[in-house]
RNA sequence: GCGGGAAUGGCGGAAUUGGUAGACGCGCUGGUCUCAAACACCAGUGAUUUCACGAUCGUGCGGGUUCAACUCCCGCUUCCCGCACCA
């Protein structure tokens, strides 16, 4: 209905269609991407006469490595998707793009000079090939580059907006800075709710009024969305740059594996946590999986609670009126808290411990320091702890209770100090069993208090002055009335989220487009937008330690200084999906226009690893984003699908060790001579032995000792032994039986003359070839386990585990290699799932399999592995299904000689019925993502189709529609041999008709207490009464009666008959 | 420890609201074609048992609900992913 395409569209016609019996990908696959680009079949517009679909994939970053089969598995279901809904009748947004700012262009820019743009640009020129050798329908011309200025021009536009704002918590949205600073004229920040660092005063109108412009620019930045700060970051010297959380995975950098330190640096943040709650709420309104919802939820981590302040005890070494904070969130325990914990680093601790215990205070905390995250983490049930010496007030009760430290309190979340309650918190329990600190019980209904703590809400407090006799529920509110009622508390929330860190000592990023003048920072004029990355010496921290842009010359604004750290990789991935809905815009980042037709992403799909990065901080800018009324929606993604990842089947070759030859002389040679020289010794169990030999004979005074020609010394010395003790030698090479390794006769030939021989010392004389040996891996099970070392073999010299000889003596790995073959004359291979990584030779590339099978088996058979979220092994093995089904498709459109066979008849009703069961099945498996088993169900219609040897078009046609988003290559070609000259893309999906799956007949099972015991052809339409009379009338039915009448028919209509007995 | 997901033939995986378990494909076995091989085509292929008809068992384990359970409920085991001293 929506198909105006043609009507407008001049197609080029110099293509002509193969008409041949011969299914051949390799010469219809280039010549359609060949149309389909000079056609512009894939360009998308704005236009409001169809409905819009956008369908996003996650874009890459284009490493050096190219795609491995892994990648393209969801932008193949996301392709299918997006020709489906355009064969639907939907205008479809189906771009793709690059992340290309990163660390692995810098890195290797660090270690060639090259510059990262040229390598960025090699890396993502292979990227496009690849892609385009699957045949997506990805509108190109939308293509875009983070790295590109005339893009970072609009995430650096952002970033300023940011820097403008703050967030309203009255509001519950980011406002402009200029009203806050209206506010703080008129009337200070008194009445202001908004989110602001912790450590900010409260100011009168006068107090700001008073204050230097300098001065109101520093206070300004506590409020604004993006600002610079100290902050303790996750300082990677090996990479010389700051990470994210998320980068740093146990205590080493994610990427690398490089250790990862803490450092005080000052660095631009944002101000995330002022979304929180809202990242938090938002969750629930959209579609996405509930694991990465759980993760995110996670991440943000919050906390309904209360703070609670403690005054010292007196005697305690501190200022008048110091108080410690805690924050709980079971203040109802708050009667049970017989001590308090600080973390080591907590400012107080030096402060009020005592001097006696100053030394072991002092003693513990640089004790504490100096453990890396690892050992903290290693070390989770060790108790560790000290006593500082003084003593805080419980406010409720005004009892006395002592104040430790101990590393298990974090620095880092709530206040740095607990409540230690150890009658209902495990941690607080296991200290205080520790440290022999008494534990009190807080309700009835708690049990085994001196088995483990019990953190139950059952029950009525006891020992709980204000609340005895309460529940949780009355509790929880009376004690938040009090806090508040005597200021020593309140209700609070607190949120595991912590700002962001976003600045990056790093050259290839987006600048930041500020400046610093007296150490204040300042934005850049928005007319100098982009602020273009500046040309740099080398890649380097300056000697200063300033980052690379230290190093540009004349990198001023206006004679001051710029920032000179570059924003991190999730900056410009953050709002990519608005930019492709106007991507050659340079007025804005995105036109009205194009907004409010495309309005968000449809449905978002890529990897699960990217839960709390990526698909957190766009959230953010995106709320923020929509706060300002720059973009329709709060959220950007409705729905999102995670594609499971491909495993890599790795494959193993085993070379044997020494110990192998010395068993396989005893296991296939020397058995034989037992009878004549009676049965060998074999020297201790330990066949590397130095100083006895590997084998000797009773009734001969021959020895045989095994090893490799490359072990002189340790021949000599065996020499020199056996010499000693009158025994004849016979050193046997390793790399000799290696040569022979198939043929053990020749190796039973020398030893039987050596055995005959009177020579003292016998040596074969033949230089041997081989230097290692392989075994086959079938035979491996023979030996022990010790005998060979196991060796990543690349895949894509082993078909079905079995080593391409041919191709394996070509690589260097098996230069000077012999291989013992099994009996059937192959040499076989063990294989393991892996991840897929060049290091472990399992990476396959798309390329080859596009090659050898065609895109469109390639893309079916990703599908066909298997639903699309699930994570699964890359077999090749079953590809040849998919590529027999394709040649089956296409043997329907001809007859044996090769002509077009293609009619105009009338189907029969059984063409029909496989027609529209196929149209039914597909159609409902596409809307629930069911790609995999949609390949089956085109496999058997085709088969039904051949075995009614049907070739009409009226059902050929309908199947090549449908087949197009799966295969649209040989789609291309068959619309075009059914006789159209537009698109396959731009006909209309097929609807199925009921009618023509309703058959006169259906055979129904007929079970008898619930167990199948025949069957039985009946009318569709039969009554229940038919079904129970014709099922009981059946003899292998009555003998299961027994004579007995049947207690009672279940008849389900176009089911099943079950009769109870 | 917490959260999420999974477990079905030799393998990848199907199975609608509970209704013929193993669709489809790979692999394997047998056959046709061929001098032969490959390709192609045809047939078979969960296990045990039976000459055969058939029977018994069978969806990680143990219970339960039901005429009927891969599917629902209760209790476990194992594996994968994420988080992890979060007060």
Redesign the pocket.
């Known amino acids: 209905m929506f198909n105006t395409r043609n009507s407008f569209t001049i197609y080029h016609s110099s293509f002509t269609t193969i008409k041949s019996l011969e299914y051949r990908p390799s010469e219809i696959e280039p010549k359609w991407r060949r149309w389909w680009q000079e056609n512009q079949v894939y360009k998308v517009e704005t236009r409001a006469d169809k409905p819009k679909y956008y369908i996003l994939d996650m874009f890459p970053y284009p490493s050096g490595a190219g795609l491995h089969v892994g990648h393209p598995l969801g932008y193949i279901a996301s392709d299918i998707m997006a020709r489906y809904k355009r064969l639907c009748g939907f205008n479809v947004l189906h771009p793709m793009g690059y992340d290309s700012f990163g660390l692995p262009a810098e890195q290797y820019a660090i270690q060639t000079g090259t510059h990262p743009a040229v390598t960025t640009e090699q890396n993502i020129n292979r990227y496009r090939e690849q892609l385009e050798n699957i045949g997506f329908s990805f509108d190109w011309s939308r293509e875009l580059r983070t790295s590109d200025p005339g893009y970072y021009k609009w995430t650096q536009w952002i970033f300023m907006q940011l820097f403008n704002h703050y967030y309203d918590l009255e509001a519950d949205k980011a406002l402009p800075i200029s009203s806050l600073v209206a506010r703080f004229e008129k009337s200070g920040n008194v009445g202001v709710k908004a989110a602001c660092d912790d450590d900010t005063p409260v100011i009168s109108p006068g107090d700001w009024n008073q204050m230097t412009e300098r001065e109101r620019q520093l206070f300004l930045l506590k409020y604004r969305l993006t600002y610079p700060g100290e902050a303790f970051v996750n300082w990677c010297p090996a990479l010389g740059s700051v990470l994210s959380n ?1 980068e740093v995975k146990e205590g080493v950098s994610e990427r690398g594996g490089h250790p990862v330190e803490r450092k005080l640096m000052n660095q631009w943040n944002m101000r995330i946590t002022a979304y929180a709650n809202r990242l938090l709420s938002g969750l629930d309104t959209i579609d996405w999986p ?2 990465i919802k ?2 995110q939820r ?1 991440w943000i ?1 919050k ?1 309904v ?1 209360a703070a609670v302040k403690f005054a010292l005890a007196e005697g305690t070494n501190s200022p008048e009126g110091t108080t410690i904070e805690v ?4 203040i109802d325990t708050i009667y049970g808290a017989t001590f308090m914990v600080l ?1 080591p680093e907590h400012e107080l601790v030096n402060v009020i411990k005592s001097e006696e215990q100053a030394a072991e205070v002092d003693g513990y905390v640089r004790w504490a320091a100096a453990r890396s995250e690892i050992e ?2 290693a ?2 049930k060790k108790v560790t702890g000290k006593f500082t010496g003084a003593y805080a007030i419980n406010p409720f009760n005004q009892e006395r209770i002592p104040i430790w430290i101990a ?4 620095a880092g ?2 206040t ?1 100090a ?1 409540m230690a309650v150890p009658s209902g ?1 495990q ?1 607080d329990w296991q200290f205080a069993k520790h440290f022999d600190l008494p534990i009190v019980p807080i309700s009835d209904a708690q049990k085994d208090l001196d088995q483990a703590a019990d953190p139950t809400k059952e029950g009525r407090y006891i020992n709980s002055r204000l609340i005895n006799g309460m529940s949780y529920e009355e509790a929880v509110p009376a004690l938040i009335k009090w806090l508040e009622l005597h200021n020593v508390g309140k209700g609070k929330t607190q949120y ?1 989220l912590r700002n962001a860190v976003f600045s990056r000592q790093r050259y290839w990023g987006e600048p930041v487009p500020a400046y610093w003048k007296d150490g204040v920072p300042y934005l850049i004029d928005e007319k100098e937008l982009p602020l273009v990355l500046p040309k740099i010496d080398k890649y380097l921290p300056t000697e200063s330690g300033e980052p690379p842009l230290g190093r540009a010359e004349n990198w001023k604004y206006k004679g001051s200084e710029y920032e000179l750290s570059t924003m991190p990789g999730w900056a410009g991935s953050s709002w990519y999906f608005y930019r492709y809905m106007d991507p050659n815009n340079s007025n804005t980042f995105c036109s009205k226009e194009a907004l409010g037709y495309w309005q968000d992403v449809d449905f978002y799909i890529g990897g ?1 690893e990217h ?1 709390v990065g990526h698909l957190l901080y766009s959230r953010f800018w995106n709320q923020f984003m929509f706060d300002i009324g720059l973009v329709p929606h709060a959220e950007f993604a409705k729905k999102l699908v995670n594609q499971g990842m491909i495993g890599g089947r790795s494959n193993f070759v085993f070379r044997a060790k020494e110990r192998f030859f010395e068993q396989f002389l005893q296991k296939a040679i020397l058995i034989p001579f037992f009878k004549e020289f009676g049965p060998n010794v074999i020297s201790s169990g330990n066949y590397e032995e130095d100083y006895t030999y590997d084998f000797t004979f009773d009734k001969s005074d021959l020895v045989i000792e095994v090893t490799s020609i490359e072990r002189q010394e340790k021949i000599e010395r065996i020499k020199e032994n056996s010499a000693k003790e009158g025994k004849r030698l016979l050193v046997l090479f390793t790399e000799t039986l290696a040569d022979h390794i198939n043929e053990p006769n020749k190796i039973a030939d020398l030893i039987a003359r050596a055995m005959e021989s009177l020579e003292e010392l016998i040596v074969p004389v033949d230089k041997p070839v081989s230097r290692q040996l392989f075994v086959s891996h079938d035979l491996i099970c023979d030996y022990i386990a010790d005998s060979f070392t196991a060796l990543h073999v690349d895949v894509n010299i082993v078909e079905a585990d079995v080593l391409k000889l041919e191709n394996a003596r070509e690589l260097p790995m098996f230069e000077k290699a012999n291989f013992k073959l099994n009996n059937d004359g192959k040499f076989t291979c063990s294989h393991e799932l892996e991840k897929m990584s060049k290091s472990k030779f399992n990476v396959v590339n798309p390329d080859d399999m596009v090659a050898e099978h065609g895109a469109d088996c390639f893309r079916m058979f990703e599908m ?4 699309i979220t ?4 890359w ?1 090749t ?2 590809i ?3 590529s ?2 394709l040649k ?1 498709f296409w043997g329907l459109f001809f007859d044996k000689n090769g002509n077009l066979a293609v009619s105009k008849d009338e189907p029969n009703a059984d063409e029909l019925r496989a027609l529209h069961q196929c149209i039914k099945k597909v159609t409902e498996d596409l809307e629930r993502m ?1 790609m ?2 949609c390949v ?1 169900h085109f ?2 219609a085709t ?1 039904e189709l051949r075995k009614l040897n049907c070739s009409k078009q009226s059902v050929l046609e309908p199947l090549v529609i449908m087949l197009a988003p799966f295969g649209p290559h040989i789609a291309e070609e068959l619309w075009h041999i059914l006789g159209h000259e537009n698109s396959v893309c731009d006909a209309s999906w097929p609807s199925h008709n009921e009618e023509y799956l309703k058959s006169d007949t259906k ?1 129904y ?1 007929i ?1 008898v ?5 025949g ?1 039985v052809e009946l009318p569709s339409d039969v009554t229940a009464a038919d079904a129970e009379a014709a099922a009981l009338g059946l003899d292998q039915i009555q003998k299961w009666l027994e004579g007995k009448a049947p207690k ?1 028919v ?1 008849f ?1 209509p176009g ?2 008959i ?1 009769i ?1 007995v």
């Not at 066909?864 to 639903?867: D, E, I, N």
């Open positions: 998320d509930e694991s759980d993760q996670n981590g906390s609670g924050f709980t969130t079971r973390a903290r983490m070390e989770t590393d298990y309190v974090l979340y709530g740095g607990v918190d941690r595991k699960s839960a066909f592995l298997g639903p699930d994570a699964k092994p077999n093995q079953g040849s299904g998919v027999g089904f089956k069911g995999n088993t089956s496999m058997i088969n055979e099972p079970q207490n619930g167990k199948l015991r069957t009672k279940i389900v089911r099943m079950n109870v």
